[in-house]
């Protein structure tokens, strides 16, 4: 009964790395989000995939990119780090049809720029 | 224009008491859904309830109620008989027509004992 998994839980990276944020979702959801949450921002949309083989640019995607690997894969990429991307990220999935579907999250990813 | 406004970045209830949590929301679809997720201290996002917008009548779950004033735009969280548990950062939400979900900045809750 796994739901969202996200991986790594925490990862320390130093300016201008890369890394690639990995989620999974095992409830054939079609619909899938990655954000991140700041202290006093709530939870801001990077980007989001509607199905499988579309993704979209949420509120702050710019130093970011997605892969909608299949139904049950979305991976965020950050291609070269900066300490503004400091942050903790979740993953989260949600059925297609109807309002009424809420999203479930992943337990979130902190990430550390130094 | 905010899509989702919380104006109580905290609040404190005694235990045992009931408080509200304020969201207000900005849409023109006139099919939508606003969800209440809990986030302790441990990080994880829990979802509590749910509310239609074309639903009728408030929707409860347990201690969790949802006052929707359609007309005012608002969904605002009940929480009755407070817990020490209760004890959280709590999320407004909402999901358009196109599937994407807003959130608020969230309302920091301490119940005291």
Same mark, same amino acid.
């Given at each position: 009964?796994?739901?969202?998994?996200?991986?790594?839980?925490?990862?320390?990276?130093?300016?201008?790395?890369?890394?690639?944020?990995?989620?999974?979702?095992?409830?054939?959801?079609?619909?899938?989000?990655?954000?991140?949450?700041?202290?006093?921002?709530?939870?801001?949309?990077?980007?989001?995939?509607?199905?499988?083989?579309?993704?979209?640019?949420?509120?702050?995607?710019?130093?970011?990119?997605?892969?909608?690997?299949?139904?049950?894969?979305?991976?965020?990429?950050?291609?070269?780090?900066?300490?503004?991307?400091?942050?903790?990220?979740?993953?989260?999935?949600?059925?297609?049809?109807?309002?009424?579907?809420?999203?479930?999250?992943?337990?979130?990813?902190?990430?550390?720029?130094? | 224009?905010?899509?989702?406004?919380?104006?109580?970045?905290?609040?404190?209830?005694?235990?045992?008491? /009931?408080?509200?949590? !304020?969201?207000?929301?900005?849409?023109?679809?006139?099919?939508?859904?606003?969800?209440?997720?809990?986030?302790?201290?441990?990080?994880?996002?829990?979802?509590?309830?749910?509310?239609?917008?074309? !639903?009728?009548?408030?929707?409860?779950?347990?201690?969790?109620?949802? =006052?929707?004033?359609? /007309?005012?735009?608002?969904? =605002?969280?009940?929480?009755?008989?407070?817990?020490?548990?209760?004890? /959280?950062?709590?999320?407004?939400?909402?999901?358009?027509?196109?599937?994407?979900?807003?959130?608020?900045?969230?309302?920091?809750?301490?119940?005291?004992?």
């Amino acid at each position: 009964n796994a739901g969202v998994t996200q991986t790594p839980k925490f990862q320390v990276l130093k300016t201008g790395q890369s890394m690639t944020l990995q989620c999974a979702q095992d409830m054939n959801h079609n619909s899938m989000y990655w954000y991140r949450q700041d202290p006093g921002m709530g939870l801001r949309l990077i980007y989001y995939s509607a199905s499988e083989g579309t993704t979209d640019k949420g509120e702050v995607p710019n130093g970011y990119n997605v892969s909608r690997l299949n139904k049950r894969e979305f991976s965020l990429r950050l291609e070269s780090a900066a300490p503004s991307q400091t942050s903790v990220y979740f993953c989260a999935s949600s059925g297609r049809t109807g309002r009424n579907q809420p999203q479930h999250f992943g337990d979130g990813t902190r990430l550390s720029i130094l | 224009a905010q899509k989702i406004t919380q104006t109580q970045p905290g609040m404190f209830v005694q235990e045992k008491e /009931a408080v509200t949590l !304020d969201c207000t929301y900005d849409t023109s679809d006139p099919s939508y859904g606003l969800f209440w997720y809990k986030q302790p201290s441990s990080g994880e996002m829990i979802f509590l309830i749910y509310q239609g917008s074309y !639903d009728q009548q408030n929707a409860t779950e347990g201690r969790y109620s949802l =006052n929707f004033q359609k /007309a005012r735009k608002s969904a =605002n969280l009940v929480i009755s008989a407070s817990q020490l548990g209760d004890s /959280a950062m709590y999320f407004c939400a909402m999901r358009e027509l196109g599937g994407q979900f807003y959130f608020g900045t969230g309302t920091s809750l301490t119940v005291i004992p």
